[in-house]
């Protein structure tokens, strides 16, 4: 029986791997939320139609894929090339930006045999993607823009379900926990708890009706962020099989992927991908022929950001009101349904498959001694060229802003980054050499955050950056514990007055009072991460907030 | 089992299981809360039991926080004693508090907990919301301009009564208590008239009806009588 | 009269039961008449705030022009002043037309004067000649756009809370004041608002 399913996966692999030979030609169209906004869906419909006019459909394959990361300049697409062999026998990768269906069928033409060099085509060349992509590491987003979200076929023909197959037939719970610790991977949702530590307590606790579950926590809501919905949009099996792992490591037959309305697109990729697993025998009962059991149900979150906390999410998975509740119990003692529950953000998850296939002593190799592997970004903001991208822990801020993104835009100076959204902090310009990691960024009061990254030039008024994130985070507030509430109303009201140049040097006593108060008194994480914004714009561009103090009469 | 902890320097003893503050009361210190009530379940909301764990310096409510052996607690430090008073302020200025002219006024539970931490005024802005009074039950009615989403009624309507009648609609500043489906409290048929979210209620939101200023007693000690005798048999 | 305590008392948008409830001092009045000199007060004929003064009990909210500026040179002119009442503390019932938004002052005017009216409803707008000066003014002092307790306009040094605010507590404030000391508002009897 367990042999069944390794010969499944090699055959489904070898199929498609065959299938996909036969082409030599390769078009791949970012089909992520952002490309299709710019109507990507009609640039690969238009190179469809140009390659059957041109008679290269034996040759020529316009296949969907998911994000490259380079946001600003979509729709992009990437052109393989077998019939002309680059550096080391490598086929030619040209990557095109900013392509519309107009543009689309001279893409093929210069494909078809008979192609003239042509000019019409160096506009949309992506001139950046060298400095761009030369900094990456890719381990989350390795297959991203690389292969069709919606097919489980190019996932298994590119090493998926590979992993889950070895652990299912060769590795113990506590071998797969062992080796998550030693990779050193943490959570990256943003607190950066030690996954194989979070996994390992779980998989401890007593369940009193035996039952355990695995969620995957896929209500990014950070303002600007993207990372996740774009992992789950672009490779929605690898998170799958993470929880797969997961599940088997910690005894949950169940479990729940949360993810927002909002990303219709991830939704429905999910949704796909799943019926996929369950058709091939990968969810369900019996998996590989084992005593192991487990299914995955979707569940979309109306889009609240408090739903984020775990404890929230648990309640709104139930069908309550998605508000936190104090912790402990923590729900890896008492979680959903009251059960011992493993709750992991979608690229911690994402992280699992290759931490198994390649080894922990691979993974651990990546990183800094205390953050291991790769961070996604969704970098934005002020910067030449914005978008989402796959670093290695310890890359320092300079080398994120001014390498990869390509610097500041419109001969202006950069001012602050801003990491963590609304329960982040701004970190100035003197400390643009540090390394990315979760000590680190904490240390200088902001936090790793799930991976948004505001870049601002120096015509940004801070005071409005942190009225922005606490009109977002009073928006966004439960209502359930007064400082929560009320505070970051009051909290507003005062970085208003700051905005107005009406404030008073009482009003700033009283504007820091209130972070201390919200900071330590709030119930969750949301209330408790607020006043960031505001008390780390304070601490580096306290001289902006004096100089909007009302001129005394 | 029996537990011995510290409690503001003093060593205490405490039943397993127990919470911070049964603990506490047991002991004869008292701290302050306003969401919890004796006879519902704790949801650690108002953060006015606030008290401080030594070592990590961690602020817990001490309404939901179990004790443990050894554990050091302090409920009353000059940090505290700011924390609550700015909360109880931030209360006052969340809705349209007037003492003055409060059927509750003498005996409100927020008015009590505004002596206590010494809150002589209010140093934020008063939101001055525009909130609606609900007297369309017969018997009792229901003033928003005063309601600080304790949830009070709301636990004890469902653990108690047993009629859910009571919610939260909304989040954030715009949260507001509701009766049904959001409707008319009077329109409500699953509201038993029981009165008992009226004995829960701290502050003067639920009333009588034809109660006027300072004349609205509540006997809140009623509810965990009546939970006690359901569960324990006690009816003493 | 040199040595003793200059006092003032001031009567914003209140209705006066504040000091109503000083009077209730009864006939330890006279024991304060002979610590202090009453400078200013609604129940002393003067007509500007003077100057030098030593403490000053302010009554209800700030609701009118009159009120602020009055408020302003309360502070201007006096060491500590003293937010009496709900009112003053709070904004309290005066404060209750807040509710009604930003822009409330036409709405309650109207309400005031017209709509519960049945005899001779009019605004209370009148644009009179000031004989002396010889220039037009109006009679009533425009309505703040928002009532607010005094400290939201000056800095307030001590708060004695009530509605109206007993007499003893009144004493009990006085009292320690007289004596050098800052009043310790404290406890039930101290510090209850309504």
């Not at chain 1, 894929?65 to 040209?94: F, H, Q, W, Y």
């Not at chain 3, 602020?68 to 003053?88: E, N, P, Q, T, W």
Request: net charge negative.
């Amino acid at each position: 029986m367990q042999d069944e399913v390794a010969t499944l996966l090699e055959k489904t692999a070898s199929t498609e791997r065959m299938a996909q030979s036969r082409y030599s030609q390769r078009i791949q169209v970012c089909m992520g939320t952002a490309c299709m906004a710019l109507n990507s869906e009609q640039v690969k419909t238009a190179l469809e139609h140009a390659v059957i006019e041109n008679g290269i459909q034996k040759q020529c394959q316009v296949q969907r894929v998911g994000c490259p990361g380079l946001c600003s300049l979509g729709p992009m697409l990437r052109v393989i090339d077998k019939t002309i062999t680059a550096e080391a026998n490598e086929p030619r990768e040209t990557l095109y930006q900013q392509i519309t269906p107009e543009v689309a069928p001279a893409i093929v033409t210069s494909l078809t045999p008979a192609a003239q060099p042509t000019s019409a085509l160096d506009a949309h060349r992506c001139e950046v993607a060298d400095t761009f992509f030369k900094r990456q590491v890719k381990v989350v987003l390795e297959h991203c823009s690389h292969i069709d979200p919606e097919r489980i076929e190019d996932y298994i023909a590119h090493g998926g379900y590979r992993a889950i197959q070895s652990v299912l037939t060769e590795w113990t719970p506590q071998r797969v926990i062992d080796s998550i610790t030693k990779a050193g991977l943490r959570g990256r949702g943003g607190a950066g708890y030690p996954t194989g530590l979070k996994w390992a307590t779980v998989a401890k606790a007593n369940s009193s009706n035996g039952k355990k579950y695995v969620i995957c926590n896929g209500d990014e809501g950070d303002p600007g962020a993207y990372m996740d919905r774009s992992v789950m949009e672009g490779d929605p099996h690898r998170v799958i099989e993470g929880m797969m792992i997961a599940a088997y490591a910690i005894g949950a037959s169940q479990g729940y992927v949360y993810v927002r309305a909002e990303s219709p697109l991830a939704a429905k990729r999910l949704r796909v991908a799943i019926r996929q697993a369950q058709r091939a025998g990968l969810l369900g009962n019996n998996i590989a022929g084992s005593a192991f059991h487990f299914d995955i149900e979707l569940r979309l979150g109306a889009g609240a950001f408090v739903c984020g906390e775990e404890t929230a999410l648990i309640a709104s998975i139930e069908g309550g009101r998605g508000q936190p509740r104090p912790r402990p119990p923590y729900p890896a003692e008492s979680g959903l349904w009251g059960c011992p529950t493993l709750i992991n953000n979608v690229e911690t998850f994402a992280n699992i498959a290759p931490i198994i296939d390649k080894g922990w002593e691979w993974y651990a190799g990546i990183g800094t001694a205390k953050s291991k592997g790769t961070k996604v970004f969704a970098l934005t903001g002020q910067v030449k060229t914005s978008g989402l991208i796959e670093v290695p822990m310890g890359i320092t801020l300079r080398e994120i802003v001014f390498d990869i993104a390509g610097g500041i835009p419109n001969n202006r100076q950069f001012k602050a980054v801003q990491t963590g959204g609304p329960s982040g902090g701004c970190i100035p310009e003197k400390f643009l050499d540090m390394p990315v990691d979760y000590e680190s960024l904490a240390k200088v009061g902001s936090i790793m955050g799930s991976g948004g990254m505001i870049v601002m030039d120096d015509s940004t008024n801070m005071i409005e950056v942190a009225r922005f994130f606490m009109e977002f985070c009073m928006d966004e507030s439960c209502g359930k514990c007064v400082p929560c509430r009320v505070g970051t109303v009051q909290l507003h009201r005062l970085l208003s007055k700051f905005v107005d140049k009406t404030a008073t040097p009482a009003d700033l006593i009283k504007l820091e009072g209130l972070c201390k108060l919200v900071k330590h008194t709030s119930l969750c994480g949301l209330g408790q991460a607020a006043p960031n914004p505001v008390i780390s714009t304070l601490n580096y561009f306290r001289e902006e907030y004096e100089q909007c103090l009302k001129p005394s009469p | 089992m029996s537990k011995t902890l510290t409690l503001n320097g003093q060593m205490i003893s405490a039943r397993e299981g127990e919470s911070i503050l049964d603990a506490a009361r047991d002991a004869g210190v008292s701290i302050p809360t306003l969401c919890h009530m004796n006879g519902v379940g704790d949801v650690g909301a108002c953060r006015m039991c606030l008290v401080e764990l030594a070592g990590s310096g961690k602020l817990v409510p001490a309404c939901t926080t179990k004790i443990s052996e050894g554990m050091e607690v302090n409920s009353d430090t000059p940090q505290l004693r700011e924390y609550r008073r700015m909360l109880v302020e931030l209360i006052f200025s969340e809705r349209n508090h007037v003492c003055a002219v409060c059927v509750a006024n003498g005996n409100c539970e927020l008015q009590d907990l505004a002596i206590h931490v010494g809150m002589d005024h209010v140093r934020y802005d008063y939101l001055y919301p525009a909130e609606n009074v609900d007297v369309s039950h017969p018997m009792f009615g229901m003033d928003h301009n005063r309601c600080i989403l304790c949830t009070r009624c709301v636990r004890t309507c469902d653990e108690i009564e047993g009629a859910h009648v009571w919610d939260i609609t909304a989040r954030g500043i715009k949260s507001h208590t509701i009766t049904g489906l959001a409707e008319p409290w009077g329109e409500v048929n699953t509201c038993t008239s029981c009165g008992k979210c009226v004995m829960a209620c701290p502050t003067g939101a639920i009333f009588k009806l034809g109660a006027t200023v300072a004349e609205m007693e509540k006997d809140r000690e009623k509810l965990a009588f009546l939970k006690n005798a359901r569960e324990r048999r006690e009816w003493v | 009269m040199a040595n003793k305590v200059k006092l003032a008392t001031v009567w914003l948008g209140g209705c006066s039961g504040c000091h109503m409830s000083f009077l209730d001092l009864d006939e330890w009045l006279f024991d304060l008449a002979q610590q202090v000199e009453l400078v200013f007060s609604p129940i002393a004929d003067v007509k500007i705030f003077p100057e030098g003064v030593d403490v000053a009990l302010i009554e209800g909210a700030v609701a009118n022009e009159d009120n602020l500026a009055l408020v302003k040179r309360v502070r201007a002119c006096s060491k500590m002043i003293i937010s009496f009442g709900d009112c003053a503390v709070t904004g309290n019932v005066t404060a209750l037309r807040n509710i009604l938004g930003p822009n409330n002052a036409e709405q309650v005017l109207q309400r005031a004067y017209h709509d519960v009216q049945n005899l001779q409803p009019q605004s209370p707008r009148f644009v009179v000649e000031d004989c002396v000066t010889n220039t037009l003014h109006e009679i009533v002092p425009p309505l703040l756009p928002q009532v607010l307790p005094v400290h939201a306009v000056v800095p307030v040094d001590v708060y004695l809370p009530g509605c109206p605010p007993p007499a003893p507590r009144i004493r009990a404030v006085l009292t320690q004041l007289l004596a050098g000391n800052t009043p310790q508002m404290i406890g039930r009897e101290m510090l209850k608002f309504g």
